[in-house]
């Protein structure tokens, strides 16, 4: 009876240990389902018309900013890596400096008044002359004017002129909208969230398939009511360049004076004045 009497004592010791396990297991369950995000339904794809008004509506939202962050420039023609400050009003007031590990400045890229200046600090030379897509390739290796870069890099959209628009679901959580020119060929694409509007990747394309270039946003952050992506990656193919732009800080129309557009040569700087 003794030995009998244990082994109902240890079987209804493991049945209690393992009524307590299930409970644990059942509570941990319940906590979880409890603290799950409600799912948000998406809504209804709207007329590609109020996108286009949506993103023309956003274009003058920011007339100037100043930013730190580190920004990587990779072409057959320009490589380089560094922290930068930048500063830029609309429509294209523009200054970039990158600084080297040791906080000593490497190069000044500067817009202001169809000007461009860049300063290269190593060589103690500074270039200057009236502003084009050729000079500005020369220093930044992408088919953008400096209005346009100014644009992508606070996370706004460029339309390109079309005839007509359409938009899409692609999957679950991205909707596109496609700008069409002559013969419905897309000139450019927009891929967007459609809960919140922001967009995450642009690609426009040029007269080959290959001169595509691609832009994605992320790491987006509230600045004084304005959703900003601080991390932009810029892909432009014809060119074979890259660049990805990470922001540490940002500030949202600055008052910025005009001296700050212009450079000059310091003291033993040889000036190099640029084709027209």
């Not at 100014?150 to 938009?167: K, N, P, R, W």
Request: charged fraction near 25%; glycine fraction near 6%; charge should be positive.
């Amino acid at each position: 009876m003794k030995r009998r009497s244990g082994t109902l004592k240890a079987s209804c010791l493991k049945l209690a240990g393992s009524r307590q396990i299930l409970l644990a297991l059942l509570a941990f369950s319940f906590a979880g389902c409890a603290s799950l995000a409600p799912v948000i339904p998406e809504p209804p794809l709207p007329e590609a018309s109020a996108l286009v008004d949506h993103f023309r509506a956003q274009q003058g939202r920011i007339k100037s900013f100043v930013a730190r962050g580190r920004l990587r420039v990779e072409s057959p023609q320009v490589n380089y890596q560094a922290k930068i400050t930048l500063a830029a009003v609309r429509p294209a007031r523009f200054r970039l400096t990158a600084i080297d590990f040791f906080g000593r400045s490497m190069m000044t890229l500067a817009s202001n008044q169809g000007e461009i200046f860049f300063l290269d600090h190593s060589r103690a030379r500074l270039y200057r002359g009236p502003i084009s897509q050729g000079t500005l390739k020369r220093f930044l290796p992408f088919n953008l004017k400096i209005s346009d870069i100014i644009t992508f890099f606070v996370g706004g959209v460029i339309l390109s002129s079309h005839q007509e628009a359409e938009v899409s679901r692609v999957e679950p959580g991205l909707w596109r909208l496609s700008l069409l020119g002559p013969n419905k060929a897309t000139k450019e694409r927009i891929y967007l969230d459609p809960l919140n509007r922001r967009v995450l990747r642009i690609e426009m394309s040029f007269k080959a398939e290959d001169g595509l270039m691609q832009i994605e946003f992320s790491d987006y952050r509230d600045l004084e009511g304005q959703e900003i992506p601080f991390h932009i990656r810029l892909t432009d193919r014809q060119e074979k360049a890259e660049l990805i732009l990470d922001y540490q800080e940002l500030k949202l129309d600055f008052e910025l004076p005009d001296r700050l557009f212009n450079l000059s040569a310091p003291p033993g700087v040889e000036v190099i004045d640029l084709p027209g």
